[in-house]
């Protein structure tokens, strides 16, 4: 397979570490939740409340930063982001009192929100290997993902919750600066004469192909949500059998993240080859069994069966990416995104409250988890809705 070069050169870079540090910053409070929690001196089930409007924001606001990129410019936006979230993170780091804590996590899913209307509608601007370039992107998302656990316990060791924010927040900064240097504008002055002619208008059946991203974006948005959040806290209580060191069980989660995250790549192959039902039917019943038996089991059983669990999470994102581009023009693609980002990151703010309620009435983590193996009948669900479309193989130049 000759991959088109046009994967390796640097238009994409910025977009995928801007990914990065997108989920890195917005999950560096679920690794330090316990801790400023006890700096502060309540529980974990009532610090974890304080993150809840961050996390509805990420999506919530994402219609805002897409009306805002077409008004404007989507490279304008991109360059807010960094700074955002950088200055959000380091006075979170600075915060006196739960109030101004709540109220920086906010400001961190406000200005986090930017990215996925506006990154990933700059990355579909190029058709070429989509689903792959896609799947590359998503990996660059979950990288964050992982790394947010692993850097945010180290930072922690090394000196409290608040380091924890505040160094995050610096390179932020300084991304910041190197993206006004390179005066990056993504692919929206190259395209043209290239021979990758993007949809300028709805696809036939597009209505149905969205109702199925309605299902696969509820189910997605509430399990990743859940287990990028949990994952953590979840590995310090039934990974004891192995280590109950805050740096060790960060690693652990780290690695689970981080391997997994390549799913996304193998996923974003087949889907510029094949058609999308069946990949979708293998990933729902695939999530389905693995999340339920990592609710039944501890130590290194937990390990392994979260390791598969993640990796069919992940292989789910960038095909809903590449429904949404299959299927609606360019001119309207960021908007239809931030809609589907909005449902999907909100959805998955609900698990703070959920969990919050379970754990104060005395449940344990394993019972929601239990609970959340059931979500991804919805994608099974919104597999069978799609209509039946074969990947245009002059987009994989295979």
């Not at 050169?9 to 801007?18: R, T, V, Y």
């Not at 404007?72 to 915060?95: E, Q, T």
């Not at 300028?200 to 209505?207: A, H, K, P, Y």
Request: positive net charge; charged residues 10%.
């Amino acid at each position: 397979m000759a991959l088109n070069k046009e994967i390796f050169k640097s238009k994409d870079i910025p977009l995928n570490i801007s990914h990065f540090l997108d989920h890195f910053v917005m999950l560096i409070f679920a690794k330090a939740a316990f801790d400023s929690a006890v700096f502060f001196g309540i529980t974990y089930a009532k610090i974890i409340l304080y993150g809840t409007f961050g996390l509805v924001l990420f999506g919530a606001a994402a219609p805002i930063a897409s009306m805002l990129a077409e008004r404007y410019s989507r490279r304008l936006l991109l360059i807010i982001f960094p700074y955002g979230v950088g200055l959000s993170s380091i006075f979170a780091g600075a915060s006196q009192n739960l109030l101004q804590l709540g109220i920086c996590l906010s400001l961190i899913g406000l200005f986090a929100s930017i990215y996925h209307p506006v990154g990933i509608a700059m990355l579909m601007k190029n058709k070429a290997n989509l689903g792959f370039r896609l799947g590359l992107n998503g990996v660059w998302g979950n990288m964050g993902v992982a790394a947010a656990p692993l850097i945010t316990g180290f930072l922690i060791l090394l000196g409290n919750w608040r380091l924890a924010f505040i160094l995050p927040g610096a390179a932020c900064l300084l991304f910041g600066l190197w993206l006004i240097h390179s005066k990056y504008d993504g692919y929206q002055n190259s395209m043209k004469g290239k021979g990758q002619i993007d949809i300028e208008t709805f696809s036939q059946g597009w209505e149905r192909a969205m109702l199925s991203l309605i299902l696969i974006t509820v189910a997605g948005g509430f399990t990743f949500g859940a287990l990028t959040f949990l994952i953590p806290r979840y590995f310090e209580i039934y990974l004891s059998g192995i280590s109950e060191n805050i740096a060790i069980t960060g690693l652990l989660a780290a690695s689970i993240y981080a391997v997994a995250s390549f799913s996304q790549i193998i996923s974003g192959w087949i889907i510029d080859r094949r058609e999308y039902k069946g990949i979708l039917l293998f990933i729902g019943f695939g999530q389905i069994i693995c999340i339920y038996f990592a609710a039944q089991t501890e130590n290194f059983t937990l390990l392994l069966t979260m390791l598969f669990g993640m990796a069919f999470v992940f292989g789910q994102i960038p095909i809903g990416d590449a429904i949404l581009s299959a299927h609606i023009p360019d001119k309207y693609r960021s908007q239809f995104l931030s809609v589907k980002f909005l449902l999907n990151l909100c959805i998955g703010a609900m698990i703070l409250p959920l969990t919050s309620i379970l754990l104060t009435v005395g449940y344990q983590l394993n019972f929601l988890f239990l609970l959340l193996s059931a979500v991804p009948v919805l994608v099974i669900l919104g597999a069978v809705i799609l209509p039946v479309r074969t990947i245009n193989q002059s987009n994989s130049n295979s």
